[in-house]
């Protein structure tokens, strides 16, 4: 029986992901600091991931780990440094003392939000986080890296784009995932076979932002189409103003901007 553990599973991502990862001879154990309620077998275990004791213990008889546990938005400091920091050197600490082979973790497009609109980034591309949330997942980034070459614990690093049901703006044309899509990019990182991976949480986007044949050639189909839905989406949604229309990172790239956006527009790579 392999023993899956889901972190941040009482979260928009995790309540999608307990209903829709699991394949025969596997067990879930949810994990979140937020009440869940349990059924068809599930594990519960609640409690905070910036407790390394409690990581520890929850990490005890796993042998993959999905970790979408965090604070999943901008904040101060003080606010991300619990559960985007400490919680992430806890849990991959508590990973490599319990022997698990591998972490699919979620990240975010934010840790490349200051590069311009239309840009095509590949994993390679160096981070330019466009917030304090942005540079928390470039942190945990670096963790998995770490734990990936010194200790052997696969790492597969989903750049989540904008998890919904529909794009609901013209930014999310570019960055939309479905919960099918999704679903999928992170059951691979389950599966395949790699060492320490980035990919692009992000469907068959015409309009995508990135060059996500790393995740193809290990198996990634996406199903859908932010472009099946251009109809309805309004085009003074979301986000408006000259950073936001002009950053990957829209609003978040926007949000306490006093830098030179004419210098980042012509900056294309630092
Ligand atoms: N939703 C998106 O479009 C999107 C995009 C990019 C990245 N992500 C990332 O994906 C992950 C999941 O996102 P989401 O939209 O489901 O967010 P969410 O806020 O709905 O879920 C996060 C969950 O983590 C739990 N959590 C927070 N701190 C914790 C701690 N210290 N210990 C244990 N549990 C803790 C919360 O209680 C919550 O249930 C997050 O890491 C987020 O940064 C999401």
Not at 18 to 30: A, I, M, Q, T, Y
Not at 112 to 135: C, F, K, N
Not at 206 to 231: H, K, V
Request: glycine share 10%.
């Amino acid at each position: 029986m392999r023993r899956i553990l889901l972190t941040g599973a009482a979260g928009g991502i995790g309540s999608m992901l307990r209903e829709n990862l699991l394949r025969e001879g596997e067990v879930l154990r949810l994990c979140d600091i937020a009440p869940m309620t349990a059924h068809d077998g599930d594990e519960v275990v609640m409690g905070d991931l910036a407790d390394a004791d409690f990581a520890m213990d929850v990490c005890r008889d796993v042998d993959a780990i999905v970790h979408m546990a965090g604070q999943a938005k901008e904040g101060p400091w003080e606010k991300l440094v619990g559960p985007n920091l400490i919680a992430t050197t806890n849990l991959w600490e508590a990973a490599r003392v319990n022997g698990v082979e591998r972490v699919v973790f979620g990240s975010s497009n934010h840790v490349v939000g200051m590069y311009p609109v239309g840009l095509e980034l590949d994993p390679s591309d160096i981070t330019r986080p466009d917030s304090r949330y942005g540079a928390t997942k470039v942190f945990a980034e670096a963790v998995a890296s770490l734990y990936a070459d010194k200790y052997g614990i696969k790492s597969f690093l989903v750049r989540i784009g904008t998890f919904a049901e529909k794009p609901e703006n013209i930014r999310a044309l570019s960055t939309w995932i479905s919960p099918r899509d999704l679903a999928a990019i992170v059951r691979l990182g389950l599966d395949a076979d790699y060492h320490c991976e980035t990919v692009f949480g992000v469907s068959r986007n015409t309009r995508a932002w990135c060059d996500n044949s790393r995740a193809f050639a290990l198996g990634y189909d996406p199903q859908d189409n932010a472009e099946d839905y251009l109809a309805q989406v309004d085009p003074n949604a979301g986000p408006q103003g000259p950073v936001a229309s002009s950053l990957q990172g829209g609003g978040s790239a926007a949000k306490e901007f006093s830098g030179d956006i004419d210098l980042l527009r012509r900056r294309v790579r630092p």
